[in-house]
C-alpha cells in the first residue's frame, strides 16, 4: 500500500500546490467530516479536487482507430471543431440538450457527442485542447462511429499530456444573433430584471460576488451574469446598458447565457430601444412546473422531509411535496434552512418567489434562497397525503414499464451491479453536477466552485418478468451500498482503488431482494428504459 506521504508527493507534484496547502486541504476536509475522513481520505478528497487520479492503475487508453460500437472507452483526443449545444424534445415531451467535438489522435477522429450537464464542456474548448473522456460509450450514429458521454462520463479538460492543437469566432451585437462560446460580444440593452448580488466562497477561501439581469433588445431577451465587482453596480431595471468584453455560454436546460467578467465593462447607455414587456407567473401545479422558472409561487402537501445539514457554502434543508397531479422536490438554502423546524409530513406548504432548476437526472427542482420563502398553508385545497400517496405512487412489473413512467414501485432481486465510480463531484450551492475543466471545478449554474462529494450507484434489478438498469444518488445510494461518502473515500485511499466500494457493496447487494420508487427514463447513448430511484423502500 502507498504511505499518505508520497500520495501527497503525488498531488503536489500535479498540483503545482506546496505540501503545506495540500496538508491544510486535507485538514479542512477532514474537519468538514468531524474527523471521519482518514488521512487517506483526505488525500483522495483533495485529489478530487485537482481532478489527479491517485490510483495505481494506469488508466487505459483506447486510441480512436481501435473504437468499436457497443464498447466503453477512455479516449484522449484533441479538440479540431466544438459545435454549440442545442435543444431537442425527448419522447416524454421533455427538453434535452446535445452538443459534440470533434476529437482527434494520431490514429484518426471522431465525433464526441454531450449530452444535457456534459455539454459544459464544448462551451468552453478551444482548438488544440486535449480532453480524456473517461467511461464513454460507443455507437453508431447517423454521421457513423461516434462516442457518447452521459451522466457516468467523467471529461477533463487539459489533462498531463505533451500532445498539442489548432483557434475560435467572433462576436454579434444584437440578441438574436448570438451564439455558444464567443469569446468577444459587445451588446446594448435594456434590464428587465434584477436578481441581486449573493456572495460565494471560492477555492482559496476568499469571497466572490455574482449577480444576474434578465436583459432584452428588440430582437430577443438573454441572461446575463455579473461576476466580482460588476456585481455590486447600482442598477435598476429599465435602464438601458452597454455590457462589452463579454463571453457567451449555455447555462441551464441548453439556454445562452451572457457572461460579464474582470475583463468586462458594464455601463448605461443613452441608446432608445423599443422592447417587449415580461408577465409574472401565476401559482403553478406542481405537475406544470419546469426549469429556469423565476419568481414562482406554489403550494403542496409534504411527503418527505430532509432536516438541515451542513454543506461547504453554509445549511441546507430538503423536502418533497406534492398535489393532485404530482410531486417535486424543494430546495432551502442557508437561512431559509430554517423553515423547515416545525414542518412535518402531511403539512401543507405554500412556497413564494423560489426558482426552479434541473437536478442530476434532467428534472426539476424548486429552489428556496434569499428572497423566497415558505410558510404554512391554511385553509389550503390540496389533496391530503395519503390521498395523494395513492394516486400518484402505482405498482408495475419490470416488463410493463415505460418511458416516463413517474412514482411507480418495483420489486425484484439486484443480480448485477456497474464496475463504475460510486464517488461523483457536485456543486454545493445547486447540487448539479460539477466539472472539471483545467484543473478547476466548474458548476455551470454557480461558476467556479469547491466541490462536494457525493455517492452514485447503478445496477440491475430483476423480477419474474424481466430485469432494467437502476441508478440510485445520495442518500438512497448510501441506504443501497450500506455505507457513507466517508468510509468510501477511506476505503478508496487506502486502496488506492475506486472499484474497491462495488466489490465491497457485491457481497451485500447481490440477490438481495429490494422494492423501489422512482421514475422510468430512456437513456438516448445507450438506447434503453432505466429506472432513477426517488426511494429505497
Given at each position: ?57 494506469k ?7 481501435h ?29 434535452g ?16 457527442t ?9 462551451k ?13 460509450y460507443?455507437?453508431e ?52 430584471s434584477i ?14 460576488h ?125 437561512e ?16 413564494t ?7 442530476l ?46 412514482s ?20 454545493p ?42 441508478v ?66
Open positions: 500500500m502507498t504511505e499518505v506521504a508520497e500520495l501527497i508527493e503525488r498531488v503536489v507534484t500535479e498540483s503545482g500546490k506546496t505540501e503545506k496547502e495540500i496538508r491544510e486541504r486535507m485538514d479542512a476536509r477532514k474537519e468538514a467530516t468531524h474527523g471521519l475522513l482518514s488521512d487517506y481520505g483526505a488525500i483522495y478528497a483533495v485529489a478530487k479536487e485537482f481532478n489527479i487520479e491517485i490510483n495505481q492503475q488508466t487505459e487508453i483506447t486510441k480512436i482507430s473504437l468499436t460500437p457497443q464498447m466503453s472507452a477512455n479516449v484522449l483526443g484533441r479538440v479540431k471543431a466544438a459545435f454549440e449545444p442545442r435543444e431537442f424534445e425527448r419522447k416524454d415531451g421533455k427538453r440538450k446535445v452538443s459534440s467535438i470533434i476529437l482527434a489522435d494520431e490514429t484518426g477522429e471522431i465525433r464526441l454531450l449530452w444535457d450537464s456534459n455539454t459544459e464542456i464544448s468552453r474548448v478551444k482548438k488544440n485542447d486535449a480532453i480524456l473522456v473517461k467511461n464513454g460507443v455507437k450514429g447517423m454521421r457513423g462511429m461516434e462516442l457518447n458521454a452521459g451522466a457516468l462520463t467523467s471529461l477533463t479538460l487539459n489533462p498531463k499530456t505533451d500532445e498539442k492543437l489548432p483557434p475560435l469566432k467572433s462576436t454579434v451585437n444584437k440578441i438574436s444573433q448570438l451564439k455558444q462560446d464567443m469569446p468577444s460580444v459587445n451588446v446594448v440593452c435594456r434590464i428587465n436578481y441581486p448580488a449573493s456572495e460565494f466562497e471560492r477555492e482559496d477561501g476568499s469571497v466572490g455574482r449577480a444576474s439581469l434578465i436583459c432584452e433588445d428588440e430582437t430577443g431577451t438573454i441572461r446575463v451574469v455579473l461576476w466580482g465587482e460588476l456585481a455590486k453596480q447600482e442598477l435598476e431595471a429599465g435602464d438601458i446598458i452597454e455590457i462589452e468584453e463579454c463571453y457567451t455560454k449555455l447555462g441551464m436546460n441548453n439556454v445562452l447565457e451572457l457572461q460579464a467578467g474582470n475583463r468586462s465593462r458594464v455601463s448605461k447607455s443613452d441608446a432608445k430601444l423599443k422592447l417587449p414587456k415580461i408577465e409574472k407567473k401565476p401559482q403553478l401545479e406542481i405537475g406544470g412546473i419546469g426549469p429556469e422558472l423565476q419568481g414562482i409561487a406554489v403550494e403542496g402537501r409534504v411527503m418527505k422531509l430532509y432536516p438541515p445539514r451542513d454543506y461547504s457554502g453554509g445549511q441546507m434543508a430538503s423536502l418533497v411535496i406534492g398535489d393532485q397531479t404530482g410531486t417535486i422536490r424543494a430546495v432551502l438554502w442557508n431559509k434552512a430554517k423553515l423547515s423546524e416545525g414542518i412535518k409530513a402531511g403539512d401543507a406548504v405554500k412556497i418567489n423560489a426558482y426552479t432548476r434541473a437536478n437526472n434532467n428534472e426539476p427542482e424548486i429552489h428556496i434562497g434569499k428572497y423566497g420563502n415558505m410558510t404554512k398553508a391554511k385553509d389550503s385545497n390540496v389533496p391530503e397525503l395519503s390521498a395523494i400517496e395513492e394516486s400518484l405512487i402505482k405498482e408495475k412489473d419490470i416488463i410493463a414499464l415505460e418511458d416516463n413512467d413517474r411507480t414501485r418495483i420489486a425484484g432481486k439486484v443480480v448485477d451491479i456497474d464496475k463504475r465510480p460510486v464517488i461523483f463531484m457536485t456543486c450551492e445547486c447540487g448539479k453536477k460539477a466539472q472539471s475543466l483545467g484543473g478547476e471545478w466548474f458548476c455551470e449554474t454557480c461558476g467556479d466552485i469547491t466541490p462536494t462529494p457525493n455517492m452514485i450507484t447503478s445496477f440491475t434489478v430483476e423480477d419474474k418478468t424481466g430485469s432494467i438498469r437502476a440510485a444518488f445520495r442518500q438512497n445510494a448510501q441506504k443501497l451500498l450500506g455505507t457513507d461518502v466517508g468510509e468510501v473515500m477511506n476505503l478508496i485511499g487506502e486502496t488506492q482503488d475506486e472499484m474497491a466500494p462495488v466489490e465491497k457493496a457485491k457481497e451485500k447487494m447481490l440477490n438481495k431482494k429490494i422494492s423501489l420508487v422512482g421514475n422510468v427514463r430512456f437513456n438516448d447513448f445507450s438506447e434503453q428504459l432505466e429506472f432513477l430511484v426517488d426511494e429505497v423502500v
